[in-house]
């Protein structure tokens, strides 16, 4: 299945934008040719002035260029905004809602505090990640990722009931819990214990604590609402399990030059370095060392990495998940 989290697809070829400097030559034949088609007598002087780059209507051309290229450069991005894969804020909230899914609150702020404190809401790639597995809750569990839906959307699916209480009439009933906590899971990794015992056991990472670790709590939680009759298969026999973390750290020397326009900007690297070390906390997950590198090294000033740790690309199964406990830069400019 892919991942939104750590995989990547390249933009659209079609979404792709013709330079400002690439069209202008475009716009100047356009010109030519019109004028060659209704007054060919004045094609030579409008071939000339075109290419005077001080001359008014050549200005003008280059003008119309840039704001093409700006126009387009919005409508793609406005194109954009419709894939789920690129789509964000309340853009991927309405792409979602396709799906039946809504953004979860992680925790409650407070609006009378001064100043207010807004609602910690779920992020954009996580709330991507659950919708890409909103069509496998159609059904009930049995399938990976169908198990995986379910227990990420932890308590949201309501009891539905029919009664007829007279002849002539039927009541349909969404009955919603009250203790639904679908924002506490982070991720969730099911797999069978023992072939052709029915014995299923659902690995679960917790947002309650930082290393994931879910409670006793939670966990009893999960195994009820998996085990609900119009969620289980009937012959699962369903086990909660707490997701294990695989402690590492992330340690660098970064090099660049003593140069004024050589300052390595350490606070974004490692902001970036967070963001993946983050979303790469999964159970079956991978920090990968190629991309270690490259977050480090995508700024120009920064000439060379040592990687200090971790020693090797780090990949966990099932029952685990990556859990970085630190990020040290260190910042060296050579000679």
């Known amino acids: 299945m892919f991942n939104p989290l750590t995989d990547r697809l390249p933009v ?14 475009e716009l100047k034949q356009a010109l030519i040719d019109e004028v060659t088609r209704l007054r060919p007598a004045d094609a030579a002087a409008i071939t000339a ?3 005077n780059n001080a001359e008014m209507l050549t200005v003008l051309l280059q003008a119309m260029s840039q704001v093409i290229t700006t126009r387009e450069r919005r409508a793609n991005w406005q194109m954009l905004q419709m894939l789920m894969l690129w789509a964000e804020n309340s853009n991927l909230d309405a ?7 809504t953004r979860q609150v992680i925790a409650e702020g407070d609006p009378d505090a001064i100043p207010p404190i807004p609602d910690e809401m779920e992020s954009d790639d996580d709330l991507r990640f659950r919708s890409l597995l909103a069509p496998y809750g159609f059904a009930t569990t049995g399938s990976r990722t169908a198990y995986k839906f379910h227990a990420m959307t932890l308590g949201e699916k309501p009891r539905v009931t029919i009664e007829s209480p007279e002849a002539g009439t039927v009541t349909l009933t969404y009955q919603f819990p009250d203790d639904s906590a679908p924002a506490k899971i982070r991720d969730a990794s099911p797999r069978v214990e023992a072939p052709g015992t029915g014995k299923v056991g659902v690995w679960l990472l917790s947002r309650e604590t930082e290393n994931g670790i879910p409670g006793e709590e939670l966990l009893a939680a999960a195994q009820a609402y998996l085990q609900r009759e119009d969620v289980a298969l009937e012959t699962d026999i369903i086990t909660a399990y707490a997701g294990q973390p695989l402690e590492y750290t992330v340690r660098a020397t970064l090099h660049g030059k003593n140069t004024p326009d050589g300052l ?3 606070a974004s690297i490692r902001q970036e370095l967070d963001a993946y070390t983050r979303n790469a906390m999964r159970l079956a997950g991978r920090i990968d060392l190629s991309m270690l590198y490259y977050l480090m090294q995508k700024p120009q000033t920064v000439t060379s990495v040592e990687l200090h740790e971790p020693a090797e690309t780090i990949t966990t199964d099932h029952t685990q998940a990556p859990y970085c406990t630190g990020i040290e830069l260190e910042v ?3 000679l």
Do not use: C, K
């Not at 659209?12 to 030559?25: K, N, S, Y």
């Open 264 to 266: 390595i900007d350490a």
């Open 95 to 101: 792409r979602v809602a396709d799906f039946g899914i």
């Open 12 to 25: 659209p070829e079609a979404l792709e934008v013709t330079g400002a400097e690439a069209r202008l030559p």
């Open 332 to 334: 060296v400019y050579d």
């Open 49 to 51: 002035t075109l290419e």
